[in-house]
Nanobody
Framework: QVQLVESGGGLVQPGGSLRLSCAAS????????ITWYRQAPGKERDLVAR???????SYADSVKGRFTISRDNAKNTAYLQMSSLKPEDTAVYYC?????????WGQGTQVTVSS
């Protein structure tokens, strides 16, 4: 079955960096769009970044210039490199994809930006 497993979250100080990973299985990774979302307490889940099947990327305005999304089709893994982190980046981060007309997300990984 389709599985997405996020990892790499943690506690980081403002201005710090983290790299999140999204390990995928159960579908043909290289032909799907991968999206990172985040959800802060009491807020809706928001799109953070997206990478197409041919590597074209797009970002939410709030993370442009600070976050970089990438994918390694050989490893069935997507990444989100986050730099210059701010307290407002604190959230649970999820990766998602759409396969056979159905949306899938992982369990999420917590990112906390605090001094």
């Amino acid at each position: 079955q389709v599985q997405l497993v996020e990892s790499g979250g943690g506690l980081v100080q403002p201005g710090g960096s983290l790299r999140l990973s999204c390990a995928a299985s159960g579908f043909i990774f290289r032909i799907t769009v991968i999206t990172w979302y985040r959800q802060a307490p009491g807020k809706e889940r928001d799109l953070v970044a997206r990478v197409s099947t041919d590597g074209i990327t797009s970002y939410a305005d709030s993370v442009k210039g600070r976050f970089t999304i990438s994918r390694d089709n050989a490893k069935n893994t997507a990444y989100l490199q986050m730099s210059s982190l701010k307290p407002e980046d604190t959230a649970v981060y999820y990766c998602g994809t759409r396969w056979n007309s159905k949306d899938y997300w992982g369990q999420g990984t917590q990112v906390t930006v605090s001094s």
